[in-house]
Each structure stands twice: as structure tokens, then as C-alpha cells.
């Protein structure tokens, strides 16, 4: 079936739910008005439509290749990618001065979102690219940004990250890539580096890879750790590619999904790098990028959640299976008037829009930082960003599954599709930072005010919920019960003086704070339609079906750790 990107939907959630005329009144983002956010969302979903899903199963049909040092897209990506840098999609939130739209990162979140429905391992490409952007803005000297950004963001040139190797996954700081000064400015980098997105291709323009490397004299651990821009190609002054750098494709992973989209074993071999930020400060660039990419990541998710949806929506109206129950009764005669088939249906469709709202309201709290500067937009977008990532994500996998599982045996039949979104998904749980590092992050880091930003969001949640009460009286009295539960278990999580004790629950606290939060953004959804109609329908479905689980994720979230030590090696394997 084709893919239909949900413009309305996002304007929904933009005009209703999650704030976003707050950021259009700021001066920063004036521009960002409604015309403007409509037409940038349809054009966006026009070009998403017609021309990266038609290359969906293409490139899971016939993967990136290695072929004599060069990698080689599936058959269409180089047009794919044509499309995305003709448009100055690159550049939708990127600076004015370097030729960028500057428009908020809010409608980025869409797009990749859009992106990810349509093609998800091409619309990874410019997700790096971005995050590169973004790094470069705040950590680069002025001469880089002016080399590079303009040529990135018109989509001339592409960018990488370069973190991983295989001694050092999550644990960054066990790198061994060197950088050598050459004594012009520039430094010989050599290592390896694995799991590479996008590492090589064939549209041709330069791959700027940002490459994370020790000096001599680098304290061990993530301290010591420097940021390298290293081009494929030495960029002369005037913008024109000179020579090719010592570096190469060792290799392609062979990867469960997304194959599309070239994942690489990268070697350097004393190639030529310049210095992005300060010495030994290359987490700190680094975590630009990354922040970055956490939240696209999350909106991955939600983007295959949305394709799986569609796709399982379009097979249950056409599938005919048996006597239904509605036979005779107005029903649609196919497998979506079963009862469970409908539960499926409506459990993705309320996750995807809760998964979708939380993550815009993630954009709306960055922008909003950006453009005034407050820090406690800057304390809100720190605290929802692992929720973004982490529920958007889990989402995504969540709901292709259940596509899966309403194809039946079709399902598991590759020519369906429906297996590609479930196969194409799983990885954004563990890149950007495994889904329970992003937890770990969230009781610990973005909790050591004692609990100030999440207990604010829950006020929120309360003082709406008391509000939807005399109209909605029986969402708004759960909703309310559900914030007071996460109360009682977020005091708990932060008089923990022992962190590994937040640490054994943090995953279902997460999950619980995501499941009360959507179901906040549900009843805001039937309130601003009035109580009556499809989206408070579905609040009704999410809030008295879904939210319940809440409980249980936030009894399994205060039980601590010392259960969990109490097994020994041998018990987990006997």
C-alpha cells in the first residue's frame, strides 16, 4: 500500500497539544507561522510520499554493497537523496547565516519523523548530517563552520559520527583511536571505528566524518577524549575536493534491518583531521551531536510506527476471514470488525500518538530554550528527551509487532512488507544509547535536582486533568490518580541514596512516567475536540486500556536492587 505522510496529524498536535504557538510568538522563531509550518509539512510529506517510499522495499530487497572500495546505494537512493538536498531539508533548522531555513527544530522532529515512515534507511542520512550541523554550529572555529556548514546543509556533503569501536561501545571512554599533531594544526588520526551510519555512498560530495580520537597526552577515560572533523576528501579553499584522505571501508555490517543504509567498519590510517571544539573536549561536542540525534532517533520510532500502522490498517479492511461479528450489522465484512483485531488497531494507533506527542513536546522545550534562553525550558527538554527517545523507540517496535501479528501467518511472509518495519525498527532502541542507558540518565543526571522538573510536569498533569474533570469527569479522575502514583514512586526514586537501586528500576519508570504522560496528551486530544468524536474515543481506549499499566511499571520500579543480586551467576544459568 502507499504511504500516506500524516500532515493533519501533525498539525493537530502543533495547533492543540503540545504548545508549539509558544514558540512561533518568540522573536527567534517568528517566522513560523501557521502558512508557513503548513507549507513546509506538505511540501514535506509531498516529497516523502512520492519519492523516498516508493524506495522502502527496494532497499531492503537489495542492500548497499561493497564493491572494490566503494560503496554502492540501492538501486534509486542517489535520486532518493536528490530530492532531500534539492528541497534544503538538511537545512530546515540550521542557521540562516550558512544557509539554512532557521526555522525550529519542532518541525525537523517532523520531518524525520515523515522521513522514517516513508524510508527510514535513507531518511538516516540526513538525520546525521544534521547532528553534525548542529555540533559544528556550537563547537567549531569559525573557519570550519564556514567550510563545511554551508555545504552540509545544502546537501552538497554528508556527515557521520565516528564513536564506536569494538572495544568501546557504550563505554566511551575505552576508545584507542589517536591523534597525532602534525604541527600545521591539522593531526594524523588513526583507529577503527565500527557501526558507521552512512560511513560511504555514492552521491557523490564529501563524507565529513566527526571522528572521536585521543591525544598524546590524553587522560585516560572519557576525559581525554578530542572531536576531529576527517573529510573523505581534503577540502580545498575554496570549497573543492582535493585529494582522497587515508581512511577506507573495511566493510559493511550485515545488519537485521535497515539495509539500505550502509553501516560501515571504518579504518584511519594517519589521515588528516582538524580539531572540532577544545582539547579533550570532544564528549562535550560530541553530546551536541548526540542530544541531537536522541530525540531523531525517538522520532524514528514513531515514523515506523506510523508505516507499520498504515500498512496493518490497509490489510485488516480488505482481509476476509470467517463470520465476523458485526455480519449484517454495517460492518466492513474483514478481519478489523474481530474484537482483538480492533484492540490491536487502536493500541497502535493510541501509541503512536502518544509516543508522537511526548516527542514534540521534547521539540517544543528545545526550542523554546534556544529562543529565550530560560533554564528551566533547558531543565524540561534535559528530562524529556530520554523519554522521547527511549518511548518513541519502544513504540516503534511495539507497534510493528502487532502489524505483524494482524497479517497472521502473512505476517511472517517477507513479500508483505510487514516485516520489514519490525526488522528495520529494532536497532533504534539500542543506538544513540541503549534504551536502559537512557533510563539510567533519567533517574541519575536529570534527577539530581531531587525530583523539581518531574515533579513540575506532574502539577501539570494534575492541574489539567482537575480541569478536564467537569466535562470528562471519568479520564480526567484517572489521569489524575495515574499522576499521583507516579508522584508517590518519583519521591521514592529520588530518596534512593544509592543509585543502583534507581538503576534496577529505572526502564519501568520511564515507561510508567511515558504511559502517564500520553495518556495527558489523549485527554488534552478529547478536550480540544470538544469530549465527542474519534480522538476522544481514542483517549477513552488509551486511558481506560493502556494507562493502567502505569501500575505495575511503577511497583516494579520501587522495588530496588537488592532482589536482583540476590541471584547468583550460577542461578541465571542453571
Known amino acids: 500500500m502507499p504511504y500516506r505522510s500524516p500532515v493533519a496529524e501533525y498539525k493537530f498536535v502543533l495547533e492543540n497539544i503540545v504548545g508549539f504557538d509558544d514558540v512561533a510568538a518568540t522573536e527567534r522563531f517568528a517566522e513560523a507561522t501557521p502558512d508557513t509550518v503548513d507549507a513546509i509539512l506538505t511540501e514535506v510529506g509531498r516529497m516523502a510520499d512520492e519519492k523516498l517510499a516508493p524506495l522502502n522495499r527496494n532497499g531492503d530487497l537489495y542492500p548497499a554493497v561493497l564493491e572494490n572500495g566503494v560503496v554502492r546505494t540501492s538501486k534509486g537512493f542517489a535520486e532518493g537523496y536528490a530530492a532531500i538536498a534539492e528541497g534544503g ?94 604541527g600545521d594544526g591539522t593531526y594524523a588520526i588513526t583507529g577503527q571505528k565500527i557501526y558507521i551510519s552512512w560511513g560511504d555512498h555514492d552521491f557523490g560530495g564529501n563524507i565529513c566524518h566527526a571522528v572521536l580520537a585521543r591525544l598524546p597526552d590524553a587522560a585516560p577515560g572519557t576525559k581525554g577524549i578530542s572531536l576531529f572533523m576527517v573529510p573523505k576528501f581534503l577540502p580545498k579553499e575554496d570549497g573543492s575536493l582535493g585529494e582522497p584522505n587515508s581512511l577506507r571501508v573495511v566493510s559493511l555490517e550485515h545488519k537485521m534491518g535497515i539495509h539500505g543504509s550502509p553501516t560501515c567498519v571504518m579504518e584511519y590510517a594517519g589521515a588528516t583531521g582538524w580539531m572540532i571544539g577544545k582539547d579533550h573536549g570532544g564528549m562535550a561536542a560530541m553530546f551536541t551531536m548526540m542530544n541531537n540525534a536522541r530525540l531523531a532517533v525517538g522520532m524514528q520510532g514513531i515514523g515506523i510506527a506510523e508505516g507499520a500502522l498504515q500498512h496493518a490498517q490497509a490489510y485488516a479492511l480488505e482481509r476476509k476471514q470467517g463470520r465476523t461479528p458485526l455480519e449484517g450489522k454495517g460492518g466492513s465484512g474483514t478481519i478489523a470488525d474481530f474484537a482483538d483485531v480492533r484492540r490491536m488497531l487502536a493500541t497502535m494507533k493510541a501509541d503512536t500518538f502518544a509516543a508522537r506527542a511526548i516527542a514534540l513536546a521534547c521539540g517544543v522545550a528545545l526550542d523554546m530554550a534556544a529562543a529565550t534562553g530560560d533554564k528551566g525550558w533547558q531543565a524540561r527538554a534535559a528530562f524529556l528527551t530520554p523519554i522521547a527517545k527511549t518511548f518513541g523507540t519502544e513504540t516503534g517496535i511495539t507497534v510493528s509487532e502487532l502489524g505483524v501479528q494482524i497479517h497472521g501467518g502473512m505476517g511472517f511472509i517477507e513479500e508483505t512488507g510487514a516485516a520489514q518495519y519490525s526488522r528495520d525498527v529494532r536497532v533504534t532502541a539500542i543506538y544513540e544509547g541503549t534504551n536502559g542507558i537512557q533510563a539510567m540518565d533519567m533517574v541519575a543526571r536529570k534527577m539530581m535536582d531531587g525530583g523539581e522538573m518531574a515533579n513540575t510536569l506532574i502539577d501539570e498533569i494534575e492541574s489539567f486533568a482537575e480541569t478536564a474533570r467537569a466535562s470528562l469527569p471519568e479520564l480526567g479522575g484517572a489521569v489524575w490518580e495515574a499522576a499521583e502514583t507516579l508522584r508517590e514512586a518519583t519521591e521514592w526514586m529520588t530518596g534512593q541514596g544509592d543509585l543502583n537501586d534507581r538503576f534496577a528500576g529505572a526502564v519501568p519508570y520511564l515507561m510508567g512516567f511515558a504511559r502517564v504522560l500520553g495518556a495527558h496528551y489523549h485527554l488534552r486530544a478529547a478536550m480540544a475536540e470538544g469530549g465527542d468524536g474519534p480522538r476522544t474515543r481514542l483517549a477513552r481506549f488509551y486511558i481506560d486500556r493502556l494507562l493502567p499499566e502505569h501500575v505495575g511499571h511503577l511497583a516494579h520500579a520501587t522495588c530496588g536492587s537488592a532482589d536482583l543480586y540476590a541471584f547468583t551467576t550460577e542461578d541465571l544459568t542453571a
Open 89 to 182: 531539508w538538511n537545512g530546515l533548522s540550521a542557521p540562516v547565516e550558512h544557509g539554512g531555513m532557521g526555522l525550529p527544530l519542532t518541525l525537523t522532529c517532523a520531518m524525520n519523523d515523515i522521513f522514517s515512515g516513508s524510508c527510514m534507511a535513507l531518511g538516516l542520512n540526513p538525520l546525521l548530517t544534521q547532528g553534525q550541523i548542529e555540533a559544528l554550529d556550537h563547537h567549531a572555529p569559525d573557519w570550519m563552520k564556514d567550510l563545511y556548514m554551508p555545504r552540509l546543509i545544502s546537501g552538497e556533503w554528508t556527515g557521520t559520527m565516528n564513536l564506536t569501536e569494538p572495544q568501546a561501545g557504550s563505554d566511551v571512554g575505552a576508545l584507542s583511536t589517536k591523534a597525532v599533531p602534525n
